[in-house]
T-cell receptor
Framework: AQTVTQSQPEMSVQEAETVTLSCTYD???????LFWYKQPPSRQMILVIR??????QNATENRFSVNFQKAAKSFSLKISDSQLGDTAMYFC??????????????FGKGTKLSVKP | KAGVTQTPRYLIKTRGQQVTLSCSPI?????VSWYQQTPGQGLQFLFE???????NKGNFPGRFSGRQFSNSRSEMNVSTLELGDSALYLC??????????????FGPGTRLTVL
């Protein structure tokens, strides 16, 4: 069975600094997708960034970037120039292909990130 | 484009009752997935509907059921509510097409409290 592990339940960072959230996953599949979602206190889950396993290049979205290490099954999220609005729960998620379509998301337990002024 | 909407946002029920939650996907999305979020178990997949058919199912008892209508709107039903069903229920929609790098977009959730 596929599993996703986030080993840091809570983290904090000073505004404008950089922070890295860790995620590891376990799968025997070769074709899959990885995601980072953000869930602010308002509860709306928002996609932060997506990585296709077949792509070697790490995904980036503005201040957010990932370090995808396929062999190590590691998928960390780096947030640069942290802002107060980045305060949220961050979930790492994994999905495979079933019959060519993406299946359900398997989530880690989340990392609660606090950005301090 | 409007996002995923869920109604109601909050519900309070008592044990033994049943409840129906509704989800309207993003226009053009044909796949709707449901997730249960609790502090203890985290986010767990309930089921996915695509073109009015259940395409995938998680490990939940038969008290949890769902359906999808021709306009892609989806409902989930929980019968004989138990205290442990108290949770945030999230709906997510996506295109659901094969051979396409897809992304699930989430609604704001329905907070269900069972007393």
């Amino acid at each position: 069975a596929q599993t996703v592990t986030q080993s840091q339940p809570e983290m904090s960072v000073q505004e404008a600094e950089t922070v890295t959230l860790s995620c590891t996953y376990d799968t025997s599949e070769n074709n899959y997708y990885l995601f980072w979602y953000k869930q602010p206190p308002s509860r709306q889950m928002i996609l932060v960034i997506r990585q296709e396993a077949y792509k070697q290049q790490n995904a980036t979205e503005n201040r957010f970037s990932v370090n995808f290490q396929k062999a190590a099954k590691s998928f960390s999220l780096k947030i640069s120039d942290s802002q107060l609005g980045d305060t949220a729960m961050y979930f790492c998620a994994f999905t495979m292909l079933y019959g060519g379509s993406q299946g359900n998301l398997i989530f880690g337990k989340g990392t609660k990130l606090s950005v301090k002024p | 484009k409007a996002g995923v909407t869920q109604t109601p946002r909050y519900l309070i029920k008592t044990r033994g009752q049943q409840v129906t939650l509704s989800c309207s996907p993003i226009s053009g999305h044909r796949s709707v997935s449901w997730y249960q979020q609790t502090p203890g178990q985290g986010l767990q997949f309930l089921f996915e509907y695509f073109s009015e058919t259940q395409r995938n199912k998680g490990n939940f008892p038969g008290r949890f059921s769902g359906r999808q209508f021709s306009n892609s709107r989806s409902e989930m039903n929980v019968s004989t509510l138990e205290l442990g069903d108290s949770a945030l229920y999230l709906c997510a929609s996506s295109l659901g097409l094969a051979g396409y790098t897809d992304t699930q977009y989430f609604g704001p959730g329905t907070r269900l409290t069972v007393l």
